[in-house]
């Protein structure tokens, strides 16, 4: 298998084929907002930073256009999507309807392993906080709400949610850092699971819907009020 050489600690491709060992480093980079949405992505750059050719780069571009995270325009190239508030507000409100279905079929088919794995998850949450570690919270958030959902068994409602918070990933983020709402996010997440673990079907739906709609919310506010967008 081709390899990229070794550009930094910070960005070591994994064993993955070379496309997608690229579109795996990329995203991640999109995702923590070291390319900001807007901003141009040159091939020719990035093909010498992971000493490679461009045609690899250039298909881990297609990968990350299919996802939605950039977008290619005529005779311009390759830019880091930008989305409007309104539009961020409007994935939000998709997970909200997709996430407070799965729930609800979630709850009633939940274990204690359900229930251990996802406090586990709850305690690195807290630790990176703890440790300042911002760049993990949006993943580990995404992989707490995963874990809770997973019950449900509904392959498809998964599959369309997953495409919906890889694109609210990098916005979660921005929104814990600019509202510094990590405390309060936490808190949520503990109450979410005392009520799953109640089975408490009632009152578990709408607190998910407001945990995530108050989320969408102040993170619109947030973007509005310090133009980053």
């Known amino acids: 298998m081709t390899t990229v050489g070794n550009p930094s600690e910070k960005h070591k491709l994994q064993r993955l084929s070379l496309p997608e060992a690229l579109a795996a480093s990329l995203r991640e980079r999109i995702l923590n907002g070291e390319f900001q949405p807007g901003e141009a992505l040159v091939q020719e750059a990035l093909a010498a930073e992971y000493e490679c050719s461009r045609m690899p780069v250039r298909e881990a571009f297609r990968q990350l256009e299919a996802e939605g995270l950039i977008e290619t325009k005529v005779h311009k190239g390759a830019f880091v999507s930008s989305i409007s508030p309104d539009e961020v507000m409007e994935l939000f409100e998709l997970r909200a309807l997709i996430e407070c279905d799965l729930l609800l079929h979630a709850i009633p088919k939940m ?32 992989a707490f709400h995963r874990r809770l959902l997973s019950p449900a068994e509904r392959g498809q409602s998964i599959l369309i949610l997953g495409g919906i918070n890889l694109q609210v990933e990098r916005f979660v983020r921005l929104q814990l850092l600019l509202t510094e709402a990590f405390e309060t996010a936490a808190l949520e997440h503990q109450q979410l699971l005392v009520l799953c673990r109640a089975r408490d079907v009632e009152q578990a739906i ?23 967008f």
């Open 111 to 142: 274990t204690a392993a359900d229930f251990i794995a996802c406090q586990e998850i709850l305690g690195e949450l807290e630790r990176v906080y703890t440790e300042r570690e911002m760049a993990r919270w949006g993943s580990l958030n995404a």
């Open 206 to 228: 709408p607190y998910l819907r407001d945990h995530i709609l108050t989320a969408g919310r102040e993170l619109v506010a947030a973007m509005k009020s310090k133009r980053k």
